[in-house]
């Protein structure tokens, strides 16, 4: 296979720049282009929105013809312009902070949700990495992706006569995706080769445009590989756990060496889950080789610029390996570094009292790896801090779980590539056409809108949504559904005027998606109700080993035979990213139900947000930062994590609540009118949704805060982790661990005054130097307060004592036994206790 067999046929000499407008993916969310494309081929730009199959679709007779049609050069050259434009004009990096970030980010996932046209995602990771992607080119933030091109992708669905889930993997044709293969400067494709158990593994090299970021992708189908080999990449997620570990050393260690062999490096490394977590070993070898250093210096010097973004919310989500698959697929490339399998344990292993699983022997925990190679964590919303923090407690034992460094940021969506082109027309007029590009000015509020024009944005996507559904239901052969009416399994039924319900997400059980089937015979009333109908339209796809998530599609789809619920309960099949922005621009109300407090962020909701659609949720994840009562519906408002944490019985309430919040208040609101004619406090909910949540709720601000509060700050640091500083706070702490076992407290003592203690304790510090350590005080929250930390001045070295000194703090009054001091590090060149968990706590 040749490098040519990758570019179109004839491209005529007038339309020369076609090829590189097509393989700039901005085209999947500026909808400017869409009119070049369906100009060349209408018929297969409707089908797959791929603009680079059009132009590898048609024939070179063709594009003769239009390089001579006057119409389309005029539409071609305005494309040309608006491209140039786009790369030429600056951006809100370069504008407040060009060049802070030096040589970039280096970012890696396993999943990229980019469009339909590259499917490379199977769900929320993924399409939160490709908005990612997105909103970092739109800011200009130099950002380098780095993940895996598969030859299957995740599955396509079908769905039986019967209810029955039916999975098909068809081939991913790279000629045929948005891609091409990278090159170097000798125009030899670019190849990376890693080393595995008797043989060596051929890795090609993949780059697909994203505006002005790119997608590197790896796949290991290379003909001079052995068949095993090939199938490396062949499936997304493999559920072979041998097969799973290849993949993560391709991705990690093999992204890495890419990077390398481009000559790219990252000032950061941004890791999108603990499968990538080879990539930060791979980067701590490769400096540890260019400097001459040891490992833990290594180490140091560079975990101080990764960054290990976590969106797991059970512990059985990390990936465990067992030793001895890791021995034997590791060991050929350890030992090109000298590296040992017992460092490699030392690191990620979770056996004894790190073990996150009951049971668990000595392997090799990927989010355990990744917390040591890392310098900063965070989880995707304020709830799931607190849920990865409980997650990791076991690896910082002698810490409370408030106190392990997990920070948030929530994610957010990329508004451009979700917005209908009646919303894109309202924004625009509030607010600019560059609206999205740069942080949202506060002068754009949607005061000014008239209601008569929210309404009419409502109904024309509505009537869309109803057209399309139509349109999808004929393709999934309507007319052999096991009902009663075929008219109405074709979607004859659904109604442009009346409320519809939407629920699309992966099927499974803590998702509940059966929340609404509790009561079949309420729920049929709804459907029925003549004054105030509602209908719902449903997709989703369960994983192929999950027979629990199968059952609930077959739940849902025997329901909507039902005569009853017959043409206003529909499923839309094989769910993906076009099916995705079909429903979420034309639903009127989003239904999220997720168990507590497993909802890691939940960002499908975010997505009706610049539509105007309004959010019936959880309270858990984005919408327990994001609900009030102006802005949509919440179950179980208030719900904190350790109330929720502690149960899992609240189905039949949650149903109740489900089920009182779309009698008494959604249905009804809907179908209010006012003097106008209007449904006034519905329209006013749009507003407040729109202009409340919109911008907060974006990749534009999840991106910003991502480069502001973490990528920023973290070079700084790492820019003093140079080799002779990384070396000398090695060989400090390695002095202070020899030392800490040694301290001790030799007196602890309480004086009260009024409503005031004052604590004094003098401890034994054994040689560590005062500055690197704090005394606190810590009282833990209970009816006498919240919880405190107090921070214990040093008054004096303690006479006759070499290394004993003195503290002080004065604190509120509360019970005898209620504060504990305790010893800690302190060192502001070190995230503490991330980079070291040393602590004693006086018993």
């Known amino acids: 296979m040749t490098i040519a067999a990758y570019n179109p046929r004839h491209i005529p000499e007038g339309l020369t720049e076609l090829s590189s407008l097509a393989l700039d993916l901005r085209w999947s969310w500026h909808h400017g282009s869409d009119s070049l494309?369906?100009?060349?081929?209408?018929?297969?730009?409707?089908?797959?929105?791929?603009?680079?199959?059009?132009?590898?679709?048609?024939?070179?007779?063709?594009?003769?013809?239009?390089?001579?049609d006057e119409t389309f050069l005029a539409l071609y050259q305005r494309q040309v312009e608006a491209h140039r434009q786009f790369e030429r004009t600056s951006t809100w990096y370069s504008d407040e902070y060009q060049g802070r970030l030096d040589k970039g980010v280096a970012f890696f996932c396993m999943e990229y949700g980019l469009s339909e046209s590259l499917p490379l995602y199977s769900g929320g990771l993924g399409v939160l990495a490709g908005d990612y992607l997105k909103a970092a080119s739109d800011l200009g933030v130099p950002v380098t992706a780095v993940g895996l091109l598969y030859q299957q992708g995740y599955f396509r669905?079908?769905?039986?006569?019967?209810?029955?889930?039916?999975?098909?993997?068809?081939?991913?044709?790279?000629?045929?995706?948005?891609?091409?293969?990278?090159?170097?400067?000798?125009?030899?494709?670019?190849?990376?080769?890693?080393?595995?158990?008797?043989?060596?593994?051929?890795?090609?090299?993949?780059?697909?445009?994203?505006?002005?970021?790119?997608?590197?992708l790896l796949d290991s189908n290379d003909p001079r590989n052995e068949p095993g080999d090939r199938g490396i990449t062949s499936e997304l997620y493999s559920s072979n756990s041998e097969k799973r570990l290849q993949q993560e050393i391709v991705l990690g260690i093999g992204g890495w060496k890419l990077l390398r062999q481009l000559e790219i490096t990252p000032s950061i490394c941004h890791i999108n889950e603990g499968h990538c977590a080879f990539a930060l070993l791979e980067r701590a070898l490769d400096w540890q080789n260019e400097h001459a250093t040891d490992f833990e210096t290594a180490r140091l010097a560079t975990r101080a610029t990764n960054l290990f973004t976590t969106h797991t919310s059970v512990a059985a989500g990390f990936d465990h390996f067992p030793p001895g698959l890791i021995r034997l697929y590791l060991t050929p490339w350890m030992n090109e570094y000298g590296f040992t399998m017992d460092q490699l344990m030392g690191l990620g292993s979770s056996s004894g009292e790190h073990s996150l699983r009951a049971g668990d022997e000595a392997s090799i925990n990927m989010a355990l790896l990744a917390l040591n190679m890392c310098g900063r964590i965070n989880g995707v919303s304020n709830m799931h801090r607190k849920v990865t923090q409980t997650l990791l407690q076991p690896f910082f034992p002698r810490w409370p779980a408030c106190d392990i460094p997990v920070e948030s940021v929530t994610n957010g969506i990329h508004t451009p590539s979700w917005d209908s082109l009646e919303s894109d027309a309202l924004w625009t007029k509030a607010c600019g056409q560059e609206r999205w590009r740069r942080p949202l000015p506060s002068s754009c509020p949607l005061s000014d809108i008239p209601d008569s024009d929210l309404l009419s944005m409502r109904q024309a996507q509505r009537r869309r949504l109803v057209h399309y559904l139509r349109q999808r239901l004929a393709s999934q052969h309507c007319e052999h559904t096991p009902g009663n009416n075929p008219d109405a399994a074709c979607g004859l039924l659904l109604d442009n005027e009346t409320l519809t319900l939407g629920f699309a997400r992966r099927f499974t059980e803590y998702k509940r998606p059966d929340l609404l089937l509790s009561d079949p015979d309420r729920l049929l009333a709804l459907l029925n109700n003549r004054d105030h109908p509602l209908q719902?339209?449903?997709?989703?796809?369960?994983?192929?080993?999950d027979e629990c998530g199968k059952d609930l599609i077959r739940r849902w789809k025997a329901f909507s035979?039902?005569?009853?619920?017959?043409?206003?309960?529909?499923?839309?099949?094989?769910?993906?990213?076009?099916?995705?922005?079909?429903?979420?621009?034309?639903?009127?109300?989003?239904?999220?139900?997720?168990?507590?407090?497993?909802?890691?962020?939940?960002?499908?909701?975010?997505?009706?947000?610049?539509?105007?659609?309004?959010?019936?949720?959880?309270?858990d994840g984005w919408w327990a930062e994001a609900w009030n009562d102006s802005v949509g519906w919440a179950i179980r408002p208030g719900a904190t994590f350790e109330e929720l944490s502690t149960s899992n019985s609240h189905d039949h309430s949650d149903a109740l609540e489900l089920y009182e919040l779309l009698e008494k208040e959604i249905i009804p609101e809907f179908y209010q009118l006012d003097a106008n004619g209007h449904p006034g406090r519905w329209i006013e909910r749009i507003r407040s949704s729109m202009n409340g949540l919109t911008a907060t709720y974006s990749a534009n601000r999840m991106v910003r805060e991502y480069v502001e509060s973490f990528y920023l700050p973290m070079v700084e640091l790492g820019n003093r982790?140079?080799?002779?500083?990384?070396?000398?706070?090695?060989?400090?702490?390695?002095?202070?661990?020899q030392m800490w076992r040694r301290l001790r407290f030799t007196s602890v003592e309480a004086r009260q005054s009024n409503d005031e203690q004052t604590f004094f304790v003098d401890v034994y510090l054994d040689g560590i130097p005062e500055q690197l350590v704090a005394v606190e005080l810590v009282a833990e929250a209970s009816e006498f307060g919240p919880r405190e930390t107090h921070m214990m001045t040093m008054n004096h070295p303690q006479v006759?004592?070499?290394?004993?000194?003195?503290?002080?703090?004065?604190?509120?009054?509360?019970?005898?036994?209620?504060?504990?001091?305790?010893?800690?590090?302190?060192?502001?060149?070190?995230?503490?206790?991330?980079?070291?968990?040393a602590v004693l706590w006086r018993n």
């Not at 002779?724 to 090695?730: F, G, L, P, Y």
Request: charged share 20%; aromatic share 10%.
């Open 536 to 545: 719902i339209v449903l997709a989703g796809k369960a994983h192929p080993k």
């Open 37 to 68: 494309w369906r100009a060349i081929d209408e018929e297969t730009w409707k089908a797959t929105h791929n603009a680079w199959l059009v132009l590898n679709s048609v024939s070179g007779e063709w594009l003769d013809t239009l390089s001579n």
């Open 561 to 619: 035979w039902l005569p009853g619920a017959e043409g206003k309960v529909v499923f839309i099949e094989d769910y993906d990213l076009g099916v995705a922005a079909q429903l979420i621009q034309g639903v009127d109300v989003w239904l999220n139900c997720p168990r507590h407090p497993w909802e890691a962020c939940g960002t499908s909701g975010m997505k009706v947000l610049v539509n105007g659609g309004l959010n019936l949720s959880q309270y």
């Open 721 to 737: 982790r140079n080799p002779t500083s990384a070396r000398d706070m090695v060989e400090t702490y390695r002095d202070v661990s």
């Open 157 to 216: 669905q079908s769905v039986t006569a019967e209810g029955q889930q039916l999975e098909f993997y068809p081939y991913n044709d790279p000629s045929m995706l948005p891609l091409t293969p990278l090159t170097n400067d000798d125009e030899q494709w670019v190849r990376v080769i890693i080393p595995f158990p008797g043989r060596q593994v051929r890795l090609r090299a993949w780059k697909a445009r994203v505006g002005h970021c790119d997608l590197l």
């Open 800 to 837: 006759g004592s070499e290394h004993g000194y003195s503290y002080e703090c004065s604190v509120p009054a509360r019970p005898e036994g209620h504060y504990t001091p305790r010893i800690r590090l302190r060192d502001e060149r070190l995230n503490l206790p991330l980079e070291n968990t």
